[in-house]
């Protein structure tokens, strides 16, 4: 596994409160100049001190100092572009299907601009297709964005991350092939969603054949598609849209 995948992993493992999420964050958004950093600058840029950061180190290479750490990135780097293009290049191939029969031009235009202005993104997805939420969540570092792919359903981990968002940040909800409703009904018998999203001090945007009649969520509909059409394919293909007007 690479330093750049380890770190990932570690962001989407850990809770944002989480001092070694911080620093795994503030790197990969950094990570092209990882090399000019100090241990002062990723100790300020993310937030906590000195001697974590020293400690989140010693963990990380064999010889578990900061300038090990440097160096094993730098040897990434000559590799880490082609594989990121080949990564997103593979996954555009496989979501290629129905890919022009999704969402329009202008609700594309409108997601790529608030996907690019966003700090952090909290994406929703089914169980069955996280997967695709992760790899969709790993290119948007490409674009600075750190995203984190979690499913409907209760965790108080990712209620507390929730409550951290501002409104330099967003909430992104999928649904491309059930109902909004019955996801969130994974979540109510448990927590009134729809009202905790009320006390956010953010915006939730919900890309779905239905809306929902809320201020605090935007609706982005998904455009008719073929009645032969499974759900997996009417997932890709949103994944297809977005990735390709975001390289646009």
Known sequence: MSVYEHLWKMVQQSSYSSANGKIAEYLLVNYENISTLSIQEISQGSYVTKGTVSKFFKTMTETGTFESFQQACNREKASHKLFMQKKEETLIRRCRRYHEKCLNQKDLRFLKYKIQCAKRIILFSKLEYEYLAKEFCWHLLKYNVMAKAVIYAYDRTVIDELKTLTLDDAILF???????????????????????????????????KDGIDHPNFIHIPLLQIETNQIELDAYKCVYTNLLETLKS
């Open 174 to 208: 999928i649904d491309a092939g059930t109902s909004f409703f019955e996801s969130m009904l994974q979540l109510s018998f448990e927590f009134d969603f729809i009202h905790f999203i009320e006390s956010l001090n953010t915006q939730a945007i919900l890309i779905s």
